[in-house]
């Protein structure tokens, strides 16, 4: 027997679609599932965004107010993609009124946004699941593997990059992102906050850290309407950027492997060239986001000159065989939306937390904030 879900979404930006369009794809690719989610209510604050993405997708009800999205007993769950200076404020109602979140990461601007939101989950005994989507790429889920079997030996060292250059044209438009009441740290917030995730989620817990940052781009002309993405801006008054454009960090584990972690938004010829670089006592995995379905492995007992060989993941893989039936077939990025919404549904059917949750945003958050105090005080600052 296959039951509903009434599922709705609160701010209808690009990401807003992405978690849409991943609930709509999930009994597609994972139709075992006895739990289908139900669209139901839309919610943004632009006038008009919400009924166009209900005519579009069918959800039952529009508003501009997502507190009637609280108040709908029709709805059970949540995907809260709304900016991150609004974290906290939905996600603590909507868990009060019992429903299950799904919430962008960083969830809030600092880790206690991040604690309120994941205590109030907790209090009301609802599910909550955050967008690390990195995570959820099969090869990924193998790097992980590898490295816990001892495949590699002990690790040593990794290296966390994350280069973009959505907001390296200088007449990027001056939204929310780059104030610091509404954006928070910049881009430690929005990519490095993935770094952290992976680091933790292929290592285990980092012990303390020392970090750099950086501003290239230091003003911006103010948007004169309402904006989605990364739009440009032209004519507009200028305004200074308040958060950080760059980050690199030094990083220490509680198992003694040290680390690397550099983040960017202004890189011009980098196009989201994510992923990592780990290495052990006797071997290394190497993963890049570009070429999602690959993992570069060097194992053996060489040492010196070992040779590193491609692994295309597979239908043995993680979640990859919901999607592709043979290895070396691509994914996508929204298909890491698709496998995170499955996850959270799991969540919310089976009653215990399947794959990122809010106590990952917690930990996450807490490096951040130590990055934004190392920045400061040009010291490592320890994080138990």
């Known amino acids: ?7 709705a979404v609160v701010g209808f930006g690009w990401m807003g679609r992405v978690h849409t369009q991943a609930y709509a794809r999930v009994p597609h690719h994972f139709p075992q599932l006895p739990l289908r989610p139900e669209p139901i209510a839309v919610a943004d604050e632009v006038p008009g965004r919400a009924e166009e993405a209900a005519g579009l997708y069918g959800f039952a009800s529009a508003t501009r107010d997502w507190r009637e999205v609280a108040a709908d007993p029709r709805v059970r769950a949540v995907s809260i993609t709304a900016p991150n200076f609004l974290h906290r404020e939905i996600g603590t109602a909507m868990a009060e009124a019992g429903k299950h979140i799904w919430i962008e990461k960083p969830v809030g601007l600092t880790a206690e ?9 907790a209090k009301a005994g609802v599910q909550g699941a955050v967008g690390f989507n990195y995570r959820n790429a099969p090869a990924v889920e193998t790097a992980r593997e590898l490295i816990a079997s001892g495949e590699i030996g002990t690790v040593t060292h990794v290296r966390i990059r994350l280069f973009s250059d959505y907001a390296a044209h200088p007449q990027g438009a001056l ?3 780059y104030e610091r009441r509404r954006g928070g740290s910049g881009v430690l917030g929005d990519l490095a906050s993935h770094g952290v995730d992976l680091a933790r989620y292929l290592l285990g817990e980092i012990a303390s850290l020392a970090a750099d940052t950086a501003v290239f781009v230091p003003e911006r002309a103010r948007p004169t309407g309402a904006t989605a993405g990364h739009a440009l801006a032209t004519g507009g008054e200028l305004g200074p950027v308040e958060n950080e454009d760059y980050v690199s960090c030094l990083l220490r584990f509680a198992s003694g492997a040290r680390g690397v972690l550099e983040a960017c938004r202004v890189s011009v010829g980098e196009q989201n060239n994510y992923g990592f670089e780990v290495h052990g006592t006797k071997g290394a995995v190497f993963w890049d986001f570009r070429r999602m379905g690959e993992l570069a492995v060097s194992r053996g007992t060489t040492y010196q000159d070992q040779p590193v060989s491609t692994v295309y993941v597979g239908p043995g893989h993680g979640e990859y065989a919901a999607f592709q039936p043979g290895a070396a077939t691509s994914m996508s990025y929204d298909d890491l939306k698709v496998i995170e919404a499955y996850r959270f549904l799991r969540s919310i059917l089976g009653g215990t937390p399947v794959g990122a949750t809010l106590g990952d945003a917690v930990a996450g958050a807490v490096a951040l904030d130590a990055m934004e105090r190392s920045a400061e005080q040009g010291t490592w600052v320890n994080l138990g």
């Open 1 to 7: 027997m296959v039951n509903t879900l009434g599922v």
């Open 113 to 121: 946004d991040a604690r309120a939101v994941a205590d109030a989950v």
């Open 175 to 177: 939204t929310w992102r």
